[in-house]
Nanobody, 117 residues
Framework: QVQLVESGGGWVQPGGSLRLSCATS????????MAWYRHSPGKQRDMVAQ???????SYADSVKGRFRITRDNAKNTVDLQMNNLIPEDTGVYYC???????????WGRGTQVTVSS
């Protein structure tokens, strides 16, 4: 069982920055593909950023150049640095883990991000 706990959400004005962090249990974190998803009001939950076990990253088009995902295998954490935030970034952000070579899919409870003036 993998437990994920997100932190760092909150309210920010347009143009501001936030850094989300996801703490992950388990001793084989380095073998997890990690991702951040966003569930915005009236929309489905979509992936915004992903980082593989080899640290290859991918981003949704809407956040490219503004968001950056990183992982720390020593601390079992994955962070999402969000810059130049816009109101459309508002939503609940979820941390996701997929252990390599499995069909398992783990989720955190989410953290709310609100971008408004």
């Amino acid at each position: 069982q993998v437990q994920l706990v997100e932190s760092g959400g909150g309210w920010v004005q347009p143009g501001g920055s936030l850094r989300l962090s996801c703490a992950t249990s388990g001793s084989i974190f380095r073998r997890y593909t990690m991702a951040w998803y966003r569930h915005s009001p009236g929309k489905q939950r979509d992936m915004v950023a992903q980082i593989t076990t080899s640290r290859s990253t991918s981003y949704a088009d809407s956040v490219k150049g503004r968001f950056r995902i990183t992982r720390d295998n020593a601390k079992n954490t994955v962070d999402l640095q969000m810059n130049n935030l816009i109101p459309e970034d508002t939503g609940v952000y979820y941390c996701n883990a997929i252990p390599l070579g499995t069909s398992m899919n783990y989720w955190g409870r989410g953290t709310q991000v609100t971008v408004s003036s």
